[in-house]
């Protein structure tokens, strides 16, 4: 018996093991495409700021309208140039939700700056704005200069911009997105890109926009901004390569990593599509028995997780049960980053994190790729909803 007659009612097909993230099926849809993209780098030759790293510049900027791209190695480094151009260093603070990715604050630590820990909002796990004003009392207390607020899209949802915009504004703050999860997203009628003075953006071959390795971007419409951070990616050079005029990094993206970028975001939109759909799906088949992601009215989010919410403790115990049946998922985040070790000594705002605690033992993260099969989709939503239903 082949492969292919295997029928999906037998009860060992049921349990076959479902993708958390499906790369496989993605690069079997553009390998051809991607294997001559990777052979006309090694033709030209040019590994370093190629071609193909202006050409993905170009794309970038006309797919989320703005002024400016500059790919970059990581998003944790298109973090960091944003606050390296802005001369972020000792005395000075930075808001940031207690409830991310490490990399969040950790680059504001990493220029010994201050990170400031505020809460999240309970249904969009994006920063709470009433946690805004909490922050920056903390800050004055602490004797800081408050200079901004990295605002992070979280698991691909827009963060609350209509509210975060014009209390920094106010206060004369800089907003920083960390878009790593939802570059393709948009609130209202503007797309992730135009918010804030900049927006980093990460292609980790997990992101909803990947590459082969780690790159990332930084989009701004300010043509100052711009121009320090393509110094800042090339050691901090000036008009001439050995004219040094700002210390710098190495934060050039590989031309390679720019090829194969410029092959998937063909697909992008689509694949954007595809998630939605499964998350829709997901969404109307279990809102009834768990809490579910809510989209706000106008946000169009990518999805770069779909996350439930599992209440009375029984998360660790229903995500073993699913694994035990085929069925992967992940917990992001086990800890609010005020509670890790390396920034437990961090101020975080008076009160504490409260929901972010609370989500760090709700969150339950399924399977979510563009290539998740209806089949797979019911088989997760059925467990998901038997698991739920019996105590
Ligand atoms: C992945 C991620 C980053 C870091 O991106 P890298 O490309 O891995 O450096 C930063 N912030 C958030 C929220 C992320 O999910």
Request: aromatic share 6%.
């Amino acid at each position: 018996m082949d492969a292919s007659s295997v029928s999906k009612v037998e009860p060992a097909a049921s349990r076959e093991p479902i993708a958390f993230i499906d790369l496989k099926s993605q690069q079997a849809r553009i390998r051809p495409q991607l294997d001559r993209a990777i052979a006309r780098v090694l033709a030209h030759g040019m590994y370093i700021m190629g071609p193909e790293i202006s050409e993905l510049e170009q794309q970038l900027k006309a797919f989320c309208g703005a002024k400016h791209v500059l790919t970059c190695s990581s998003g944790t480094d298109a973090l960091v140039m944003v606050l390296m151009a802005k001369g972020i260093g000792p005395g000075d603070a930075v808001i940031c939700p207690a409830f991310t990715f490490t990399a969040t604050p950790e680059v504001i630590a990493l220029l010994g700056a201050t990170p400031i820990f505020c809460d999240v909002n309970g249904t969009t796990y994006n920063i709470d704005p009433a946690s805004l004003p909490v922050a920056l009392a903390v800050a004055h207390e602490k004797c800081l200069k408050p200079r901004g607020i990295i605002a992070v899209d979280l698991f691909g949802l827009p963060a609350d911009y209509d509210a975060i915009l014009p209390f920094a504004k106010e206060n004369d703050l800089f907003v920083l997105v960390d878009a790593a999860q939802s570059f393709g997203g948009s609130r209202g009628k503007s797309k992730v890109g135009q918010f804030g003075l900049a927006t980093a953006t990460s292609f980790f071959p997990a992101k909803p926009l990947g590459c082969y390795g780690d790159g990332g971007a930084v989009v701004t419409d300010n043509d100052d901004l711009a121009v320090v951070i393509s110094s800042i990616r090339q050691h901090g050079k000036g008009d001439a390569k050995y004219n040094i005029v700002r210390v710098g990094i190495n934060g050039r993206l590989d031309t390679l990593q720019a090829a194969i970028l410029l092959e998937k975001l063909k697909i992008f939109p689509d694949e954007i599509a595809r998630r939605d759909a499964v998350a829709r799906r997901y969404n109307t088949a279990l809102s009834d028995v768990a809490p579910v992601p809510s989209l706000p009215a106008g946000c169009s989010p990518v999805w770069a997780q779909y996350t439930l919410r599992i209440k009375n403790g029984r998360r660790d115990e229903i995500a073993n049960s699913l694994c035990e049946r085929g069925i992967p998922t992940a917990v992001y985040y086990p800890r609010p980053l005020h509670r890790q070790p390396a920034y437990a000594s961090y101020p975080v705002v008076a009160g504490g994190a409260p929901v972010a605690e609370r989500l760090a033992r709700e969150v339950l993260s399924l399977p979510m790729h563009p290539y998740l099969s209806e089949t797979a989709q019911d088989r997760i939503i059925a467990s998901v909803r038997e698991l739920l239903s019996t105590a």
